[in-house]
């Protein structure tokens, strides 16, 4: 079965400091990965997507993720924090067109 | 703002009563989607629907019901409302290349 595994509930990191959110994933096949932001009281908000091509994916708000096929790995990025990205931030996988989310990561942006 | 929208935001109901959620899609999207979100089971699929019929079927219980109407909004139907039906309520759906946008969600306690 698919899934995605975050191994972190909480990142704490310093404003303008380099960010990382881990995720992990088990698929069958070829993968097709996502991300998503939910702010307070908001819905998902989609960030980036794998689905082939350039393991760096780039996406909004200067988010990017690297595909790691041989550690099965799309870590969320961002090069400089900023405290308006702190959110919960989840990873997914496509089983038959429906998404499968992992337990979300809280991301902490300190000033 | 995704495009899709879902009415009401907030829904404060009695257990055992049945209440009705409704979302539309983005425009000249077919597919919906219904998620829960709960602090203990965290972001589950319920159900899907394309264009009007039901495409697949994820943790829903049995007093949950959906539907997709011919103009592509769906309403999902929550009958017997037990405490542990409170939740958020998201649907979505499906953009070209397999990515979903989500609806500000419905917030449903059950008291």
């Known amino acids: 079965a698919q899934s995605v595994a975050q191994p972190e509930d909480q990142v704490n990191v310093a404003e303008g400091n380099p960010l990382t959110v881990k995720c992990t994933y088990s698929v069958s096949g070829n993968p097709y990965l996502f991300w998503y932001v939910q702010y307070p009281n908001r819905g998902l908000q989609f960030l980036l997507k794998y689905i082939t091509g350039d393991n760096l994916v780039k996406g909004s708000y200067g988010f990017e993720a690297e595909f790691n096929k041989s550690q099965t790995s799309f870590h969320l990025k961002k090069p400089s924090a900023l405290v308006s990205d702190s959110a919960l931030y989840f990873c997914?996988?496509?089983?038959?067109?429906?998404?499968?989310f992992g337990t979300g990561t809280r991301l902490q942006v300190f000033p | 703002d995704s495009g899709v929208t879902q009415t009401p935001k907030h829904l404060i109901t009695a257990t055992g009563q049945r209440v009705t959620l409704r979302c539309s899609p983005r425009?000249?999207?077919?597919?919906v989607y219904w998620y829960q979100q709960s602090l203990d089971q965290g972001l589950q699929f319920l159900i899907q629907y394309y264009n009007g019929e039901e495409r697949a079927k994820g943790n829903i219980l049995e007093r949950f019901s959906a539907q997709q109407f011919p103009d592509l909004h769906s309403e999902l139907n929550l009958s017997s409302l037990e405490l542990g039906d409170s939740a958020l309520y998201f649907c979505?759906?499906?953009?070209?290349?397999?990515?979903?946008?989500f609806g500000p969600g419905t917030r449903l306690t059950v008291l």
């Open positions: 979505a759906s499906r953009g070209p290349y397999n990515e979903q946008f």
């Open positions: 997914a996988v496509i089983n038959t067109d429906k998404l499968i």
């Open positions: 425009s000249g999207d077919l597919s």
